[in-house]
């Protein structure tokens, strides 16, 4: 039977925020069964912004949280980090508005876990098992959720760049796989779009050392850590706004050329229709892998 996860002993690390250049203490902490993934503004006064789709905020170049006026921003790589790790319950600390990059992966975040170590809770972990399929689109941009027995992701993206054609990542989401093959997977941006965005308030923390950078002619920041990491990266931020249901899911998720705007909508859409999905406690079948997941996570901290 799966059980609820939370971490062992606190943790921390620090960083600038890519969007606004702040420097940022962040502190994850363990929490009680059924708490979720709760942030918390130590600079506010310990204010609270639960990590669910209700908080959402703003979703452009980063997926932001806001509740009651107080504002989260970038808060998907952390996200896709605890969720593929299966972690159900953690505060997380911060004392800045934006979580920090560090490498622009979410590695970094799979490594504090790590020596976080993983505990298990004595309450059954509750998923929301889609039992019908719901699709949209937006232009030639299309997302779907549909029936399966695990958690696996499908995404698709087209840069028109020379070094980003199509590309496509489809896997079963747990921590060995996610920590393998998505979490290394920095964000990236283009030369061209970079003053523009710049003038928006955006991207002033980025660099070379926590995105990967490409002009017209190809790559100012080589080598790759994967020859697809930009659908790779892509594949890991779509899991981190699925951290946005609030609970695990056993569906299958499929993005084609999505953002932050659709993988959002599609979490709030999908919750909003009760009939899409029920709500389990036991696993479907025998396949389930999550409670060697704690085993492993335990021997290595
Ligand atoms: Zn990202």
Known sequence: ????????????????????????????????????????????????????????????????????????????????????????????????????????SSKPFIELLAQAGIRKLRRQRRYIHVIKPLEFSDGDRRIGIYPADEFRVHCFVDYKHPNVGPQEVEMTVDRQSFSRELAPARTFGFMKDFVGLQAMGLIRG??????????????????????????????????????????????????HKAGHALHTQLVTRLLADHTLWTETTAPHDSSDSRPSITDSLSATS
Do not use: W
């Not at 960083?15 to 009680?32: D, E, I, K, Q």
């Open 1 to 104: 039977m799966p059980y609820q996860l939370t971490i062992q002993r606190p943790v921390e690390t620090h960083g600038v925020g890519l969007h606004t250049a702040v420097r940022c203490h962040l502190r994850l902490v363990p929490a009680p069964a059924d708490t979720g993934i709760v942030f918390r503004r130590v600079d506010l006064d310990n204010f609270e912004i639960e990590a669910h789709v209700r908080n959402v905020a703003r979703v452009s170049y980063a997926t932001s949280l806001m509740k009651q006026g107080v504002l989260l921003s970038t808060v998907e790589h952390l996200l896709a980090a605890l969720y593929s790790c299966g972690v159900d319950n953690v505060y997380v600390e911060l004392d800045a508005l934006e979580l920090p990059i560090l490498d622009g």
């Open 206 to 255: 980025g660099s070379v050392e926590n995105a990967i950078v490409l002009d017209d002619e190809g790559i100012l920041n080589g080598p790759l850590r994967f020859a697809d990491e930009f659908g790779r990266h892509k594949a890991l931020d779509l899991i981190g706004d699925l951290a946005l249901v609030g609970r695990p899911l056993k569906a299958r998720i499929v993005a």
